[in-house]
């Protein structure tokens, strides 16, 4: 089970960090992801890391301004986001898959419930 949190209203150019704690087994082998859906859009996938922490992705959209990162011995992935602009707006939810990261939904099997994010311009 995995459980996000760690969104909320914030303007433009704020920071918010999004945490993802899985609970009921141990997610240490398994790639992560965080997606994010606005209304009328496709889930799409803005960061996924290795079960290592050595390999990250990042969508363009996103590139420099957002951070993944994971602590395995927490069994916590997280989403630092920085200079956030009101695209950015959408619920955004974590992922997990055994195997290398991807970036198409389909492919994780495990979902959080999702947080939403709010940016005001």
């Known amino acids: 089970q995995l459980q996000a949190s760690g969104g909320g209203l914030v303007h433009t ?3 918010l960090r999004l945490s993802c704690a899985a609970s ?3 997610f240490s082998s398994y790639a992560m992801g965080w997606f994010r ?20 992705y990042y969508a363009v959209s996103v590139k420099g301004r957002f951070t993944i990162s994971r602590d ?4 916590t992935v997280y989403l630092q986001m920085n200079n956030l602009k009101p695209e950015d ?17 389909h492919q994780y099997g495990d979902w959080g419930q999702g947080t ?6």
């Open 13 to 15: 150019g704020g920071s």
């Open 72 to 75: 395995n011995a927490k069994n």
């Open 89 to 105: 707006t959408a619920v955004y939810y974590c992922a997990a898959k055994r195997g290398w990261m991807e970036v198409t939904p």
């Open 37 to 56: 859906q606005a209304p009328g859009k496709e889930r799409e996938c803005v960061a996924a890391i290795t079960w290592s922490g050595g390999d990250t």
């Open 24 to 26: 009921g087994r141990t």
């Open 116 to 121: 939403q994010v709010t940016v005001s311009s």
